[in-house]
């Protein structure tokens, strides 16, 4: 089984910084995408940003505050909050698209979700 587990979320000041981290663990054979996905409330859940083989997408709302990245093993994503804003309040969720097996079809699995506030 596939386990993706968060930790970064909490409250902060405009203007402030938090980063987000997720870890994958058990059984996988290969990682097709990575990503954050947020959804606060009364809204749809939306996509934040998301990476594979090394490239990146992002968020109009986003851009050139976030940065997500992988390591090598590419079994971790994080995603790095910089210049927050109170839009930015939600829960964000982990996301990861991966086999775990050669002939297995990719699935997507999912975090638990983390909180992220945002004060002005």
């Known amino acids: 089984q596939v386990q993706l587990v968060e930790s970064g979320g909490g409250l902060v000041e405009a203007g402030g910084s938090l980063r987000l981290s997720c870890a994958a663990s058990?059984?996988?054979?290969?990682?097709?995408?990575m990503g954050w996905f947020r959804q606060a409330p009364g809204k749809q859940r939306e996509l934040v940003a998301e990476?594979?083989?090394?490239?990146?997408t992002y968020a109009d709302s986003v851009k050139g505050r976030f940065t997500i990245s992988t390591d090598n093993a590419k079994n971790t994503v994080t995603l790095q909050m910089n210049s927050l804003k109170p839009e930015d309040t939600a829960v964000y969720y982990c996301?990861?698209?991966?086999?775990?097996?050669?002939?297995?079809?990719?699935?997507?699995?999912w975090g638990q979700g983390t909180q992220v506030t945002v004060s002005s």
């Open positions: 996301n990861a698209k991966l086999r775990t097996g050669f002939w297995d079809s990719l699935r997507d699995y």
């Open positions: 058990g059984s996988i054979f290969s990682v097709a995408n």
């Open positions: 990476i594979t083989s090394g490239r990146t």
